[in-house]
């Protein structure tokens, strides 16, 4: 692993977007007209390309006009995921469009504003360049994602998601496996995405979404299957010819309901159960070991959406999990699954009660073209109300004043913003826990006002 640092505060390379073609024309890195080259060595092909006015780019094949390099260059070969950015080159200079943008990198940072800012955007972009020049040379960085995301100052893949992936992107860098898939003490490594197709797709459009598309982020935002700690933790397994005396002992030892059967170490032949195992031993009470394995096993990837699992689950009660060398690197049950959604759960319903009580307050004391006005927002009702709405309203003293409560009005809006941001990470299906005291502050402080609203 390697040490990081922790910056004093979160920050973003080039306002937390993607670079652009037409970033690299307006900073005269890159000229309208400009002849680009794309080379496929390994199928002895090529394709060629210009560069609009606008900054888009201008297949010579059909005279399609796309925004991005990664979206060019899929669909002028036809492959599913290509980094654009390393294999499109200036046809006079042979440079790739990717040089032109870490040299508009380089600019950005040393042109920052604030010595601050410009000190910490030095921190990223160096420690990025490093891990890029690592990853080209096939020895990537390995992170844990608690690391990787403390680069930047966060401490959970909250909103300063997409931003992240926006500063990987523009060095040409993503995660293996995808930090959003995965638990926050997972390791990940920085590599580089594919520069050569390797994958033709059967029907190709200049607006279908692409993978490796460097204006685009991943579109999976619910709980992954590799987000659950089981999911990449190991997986206890025994051979074909174990026997069911040796399969029951360590299915008792371990309290597990289910084991993988392995033929060798890479090889997956199916699982036993406890009911797969009754079932063989009632049908013949001599049965062989192998007629107790259940073949067809369910494997998913780890980066597979929760909510598309729960079939499976649903009807054997696990599914194996594949990590990102399509290895099987663990196991996620029905209890594992009820211990995630369970953990959200008792949040969820400590935040809806809260909201009620302070729905309740507020109404009792005033106008909804008060709050209306207090907020800069219509209401037509206090339904409408929102947890920041509630805390604008405590916030103003003239309403304090109103409600006569012998309470701090900036410690308790203080609770309200921490509260605001423990319902925003639940709502919006954060996949990393929640700070272990936060059940606790939400019903200290939903008893409080309890106490006072009644």
């Not at 890029?132 to 966060?154: H, N």
């Not at 060798?264 to 199916?270: D, E, T, W, Y």
């Not at 029905?334 to 809806?352: R, W």
């Amino acid at each position: 692993m390697v040490d990081i640092g922790e910056p004093t505060r979160v920050m973003h390379l080039h306002g937390g977007r993607r670079v652009t073609v037409r970033d690299l024309v307006d900073a005269h890195l890159l000229t309208p007209g400009t002849a680009l080259r794309f080379v496929r060595r390994r199928v002895g092909t090529q394709h060629d390309a210009t560069v609009t006015e606008d900054g888009r780019i201008k297949l010579a094949d059909g005279g399609h006009e796309v925004p991005s390099p990664s979206q060019a260059a899929r669909l002028a070969s036809g492959a599913r995921a290509v980094d654009g950015w390393r294999v499109w080159t200036i046809l006079e200079t042979g440079r790739p469009l990717d040089a032109l943008r870490q040299e508009f990198l380089d600019n950005a940072v040393r042109t920052a504003g604030a010595l601050e800012t410009k000190q910490l955007e030095q921190r990223v972009h160096e420690r990025l360049r490093q891990a890029r020049e690592r990853a080209d040379a096939d020895q990537p960085v390995e992170f844990s994602v608690r690391e990787l995301l403390a680069l930047w100052g966060a401490k959970d893949r909250g909103d300063q998601i997409s931003r992240i992936e926006a500063d990987l992107a523009n060095h040409g860098l993503v995660t293996s496996p995808s930090f959003r898939a995965v638990t926050l003490d997972a390791s990940v490594r920085l590599v580089t995405a594919p520069a050569e197709p390797e994958e033709p797709a059967p029907e190709v459009r200049g607006d279908d979404p692409d993978p490796t598309d460097d204006e685009l982020s991943p579109t999976n935002v619910g709980l992954t299957v590799g987000n659950l700690p089981s999911a990449l933790g190991g997986v206890a397994f025994v051979a074909p010819d174990a026997g069911f005396d040796s399969a029951i002992t360590l299915m008792l030892l371990n309290d597990f309901s289910q084991l993988a059967v392995f033929s060798n170490p890479h090889k997956l032949r199916g699982a036993v159960t406890w009911e797969s195992i009754a079932r063989a031993r009632h049908a013949n009470s001599a049965a062989h070991f192998t007629s107790g394995i259940v073949e067809e096993a369910p494997v998913v990837r780890y980066d597979k959406e929760l909510i598309d699992v729960l079939p499976m689950l649903q009807q054997l009660g696990f599914v194996f999990v594949k990590n990102e060398k399509n290895a099987v690197a663990g196991i996620v049950t029905t209890a594992d699954v009820v211990s995630a959604y369970g953990q959200m759960a008792g949040p969820f319903f400590e935040i809806g009660e809260l909201d009620q009580t302070l729905r309740r307050i507020i109404a009792r004391n005033l106008e909804v073209d008060e709050v209306s006005s207090l907020c800069g927002k219509t209401f037509r009702s206090f339904d409408e109300m929102s947890m920041g709405d509630y805390q604008r309203v405590l916030s103003n003293n003239d309403v304090w004043s109103r409600l006569g409560w012998p309470l701090d009005r900036v410690m308790i809006t203080r609770h309200l913003d921490a509260t605001r941001r423990i319902r925003n990470a639940v709502m919006h299906f954060n996949p990393d826990p929640l700070p272990a005291d936060a059940m606790a502050k939400l019903r200290k402080l939903s008893a409080l006002l309890k106490q006072y609203s009644d």
